[in-house]
């Protein structure tokens, strides 16, 4: 017995992380659209973030609830766009771990287009994070230009996605 609970003790974390991301894709605006676009048949909820973004960090735990929540459901999908620069992507990296963040983590390497492709999100968003935009099969739903509390995120999922 006492073996069993020393392998588990040992195995136990690496169970537990199996979900974090060990690297971190960077992607131009067009591969992000393309990759929303993809998932017409799920409910996707894309966040855009920085890991120096006081209200982008203090609203992750809520995403990462929810993510984890509906994670089983094949039908959802949560993108966590990361706006941090390319040349910090070990910084990123190290942030997923550090906040063990499980829905997928990508870095919009873009900002020299920025101006071109936020208004493409909608056209009224200035650019401003923390930002969620929600899409139900393919087509955005929902847009959310702020920090989003828990019952804030749960309440534009429901009344979206109706899961």
Known sequence: MKTLVKFLLLIFPFVMNAQIQTDVSLIKYEDLEKRISQEKDKFVVVNFWATTCAPCVK????????????S??????????????????????????????????MILDDNKRMNTWIPKFQNDWEGE???????????????????????????????????
């Open 59 to 70: 609203e992750l735990p809520h995403f990462i609830e929810v993510n984890n929540k509906y």
């Open 72 to 105: 089983q459901n094949p039908n959802f999908k949560m993108l966590l766009v990361s706006l941090d620069m390319a040349r910090d992507k070990q910084k990123v990296i190290n942030f997923i771990k550090n906040k063990n963040l499980t829905a997928e983590v």
């Open 129 to 163: 994070i923390p930002v969620t935009l929600f899409y139900k099969n393919g087509e955005k739903v929902f847009f959310n230009n702020g920090e989003m509390s828990l019952e804030e995120l749960e309440s534009a999922i429901t009344k979206s996605y109706n899961p």
